[in-house]
């Protein structure tokens, strides 16, 4: 079963001075459909990596963009959780034909999928939200990851290096076992720079340590834009260095979200206007990536 929807959603543009600023709505069609579990891999006691056989999803989502998923059949839960879409799976002939979700275990809906079996079908609304604005050369771009918030950086990392754009990802865990697919982000042409908070693997600490020391190293005539995803705090931390600094970025925030349509406002987050004043936007359609000097922290 395929439904489709017509939302309104906002879109980027690059300015000269490679800000990104905001374009008026545009409509962008969004599809509900029933999509089964193709495969379940499971990669730690809380995280896994459940692909959805999702091929008008696959083919039309965006770097950043997330899908809404109803994971249960009955009342409990009741909505559906919002995912980012990890990968988009092809076939030989290189037509997209689903996608991954990375899933973190942390309630009831995401305890569902995290035990689902092959087989199952879900329905899946999406592709959802503003996306990430990919750069181009010689702009480099940071991508820094909190824990579950690497979802979203699969698919930016392939565009950009698609792109031959020089990637970082500095991206933390709290332990060695929080941290995933660093192998498959290398084999991309990624460098990775890697932190725990108990010192497990890579730097014992949080992720914006070895960030704020490469802000500090880089040359200031060589532009990078930095892009983050993960928990508000490291967001917040990722913003403001990137304002001491200097340097543009774009975050992907994750608030708890009721529909992903703008219906609920329960994802409501304070935003900077540009003529000063601030003003509340839905992140499911304002977002989740904004600018990060455009959030009230
Ligand atoms: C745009 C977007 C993209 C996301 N992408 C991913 C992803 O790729 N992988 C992933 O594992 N998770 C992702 N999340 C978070 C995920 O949606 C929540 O963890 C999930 O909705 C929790 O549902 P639950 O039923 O398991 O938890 P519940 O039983 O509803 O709640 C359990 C706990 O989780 C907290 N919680 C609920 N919603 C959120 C939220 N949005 N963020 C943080 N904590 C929450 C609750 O406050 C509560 O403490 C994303 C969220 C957003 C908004
Ligand atoms: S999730 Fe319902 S308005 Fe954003």
Redesign the pocket.
């Known amino acids: 079963m395929l439904s489709v929807f017509s939302v309104v959603n906002q879109k980027y543009h690059r300015s000269p001075n490679h800000e990104i600023t905001k374009c008026p709505y545009t409509s962008l069609v969004v599809v509900d459909v029933d999509a089964e579990v193709v495969a379940n891999t499971r990669l730690s006691a809380d ?1 896994n990596v459940i692909a959805l056989a999702a091929p008008a999803i696959a083919s039309d989502v965006k770097p950043g963009q ?1 899908v809404m998923v109803r ?1 249960g059949t009955g009342s409990d ?1 009741l909505l559906r ?6 990968e988009i799976l092809r076939d030989e002939r290189g037509r997209a034909t689903a996608i991954t ?13 995290f035990k689902m079996e092959r087989g199952h079908v879900v329905p899946v609304l999406g592709p ?2 503003r996306p990430f604005e990919p750069v181009e050369p010689p702009i480099r771009a940071w991508l820094v990851a909190g824990g ?2 690497l ?2 950086f699969a698919t930016l990392a392939e565009t950009l290096r698609t792109r031959a754009v020089d990637v970082t990802l500095f991206y933390g865990g709290r332990s060695a076992t929080d941290l995933f697919y660093v192998d498959w982000f290398q084999r991309l042409g990624v460098r990775t720079v890697l932190t725990t908070e108990d010192g497990t693997q890579g730097e014992r600490g949080r992720v914006t340590l070895p960030l704020e020391r490469a802000l500090r190293s880089i040359d200031r005539e060589q532009p990078i834009m930095m892009y983050a995803c993960g ?1 508000e705090p490291m967001l917040e931390a990722v913003a403001h260095l990137a304002r001491r600094f200097d340097r543009p970025s774009q975050v ?6 009721g529909c ?1 349509l703008g219906g609920c406002y329960s ?1 409501v987050i304070r935003v900077r206007q540009h003529h000063g004043g601030s003003h509340f936007v839905r ?2 359609i304002g ?2 990536v904004f600018r990060g000097d455009e959030i009230v922290w």
């Open positions: 995280y997330f994971v839960p959780r919002p995912f980012s879409v990890f979700l990375l899933n973190k275990r942390v309630g009831v809906g995401t305890r569902l999928l959802l939200g579950v918030g979802a979203p928990p992907s925030v994750e608030r708890v979200m992903g994802c992140s499911c977002g989740p």
